[in-house]
């Protein structure tokens, strides 16, 4: 075969849903869900990426959040991406994420870049009205395969 080999993609949609814990505790457990899920269906989205998006919109539910209301996770993969979603009670949308802040995050303050990485790093990003609150959303695209030579496997 000449030129770099395609890796299949799924061509169905495969999605999770899941109710996390109102608390820091559901972190790890959403980065260790969306990483299982990309990596077990070789899904192209990259996985680095969809899990420290994934952390940032569950912290943010859970910091921004009051009450102890489980949290859902939905990660939808399409043959095209990935759609990872957070649903939180709180119906109010979240601080300036579909508009770029005016002035740049105070490099002494541990808060205030996560909402810029969602922008930063999702092919698109966003948040809409629920039945319960609000989910907030970001999308990430297939990464082509790479050629390799010198791998094995």
């Not at 299949?8 to 608390?23: D, G, Q």
């Not at 005016?102 to 809409?128: F, N, V, Y």
Request: net charge negative.
């Amino acid at each position: 075969m000449n030129g770099p080999a395609l890796q299949e993609r799924p061509s169905a949609s495969a999605s999770w849903r899941i109710a996390l814990p109102h608390s820091a505790a559901a972190v790890p457990v959403a980065r260790a869900l969306v990483r299982t899920a990309l990596a077990e269906l070789e899904h192209g989205a990259d996985c680095d990426t969809a899990e420290l998006l994934t952390a940032e919109l569950v912290a943010n539910a859970v910091e921004h959040t009051a009450g102890d209301t489980p949290i859902e996770l939905v990660v939808e993969l399409l043959p095209t991406g990935c759609q990872v979603e957070v649903h939180d009670p709180d119906p109010a949308p979240p601080g300036r994420l579909t508009m770029p802040d005016t002035k740049d995050p105070d490099p002494w303050q541990e808060h205030g870049r996560g909402l810029l990485l969602i922008r930063a790093l999702s092919s698109s990003c966003g948040h809409r009205p629920t039945e319960t609150g609000k989910a907030v959303w970001f999308r990430l695209p297939v990464v082509p395969h790479q050629w390799n030579p010198g791998a094995t496997g």
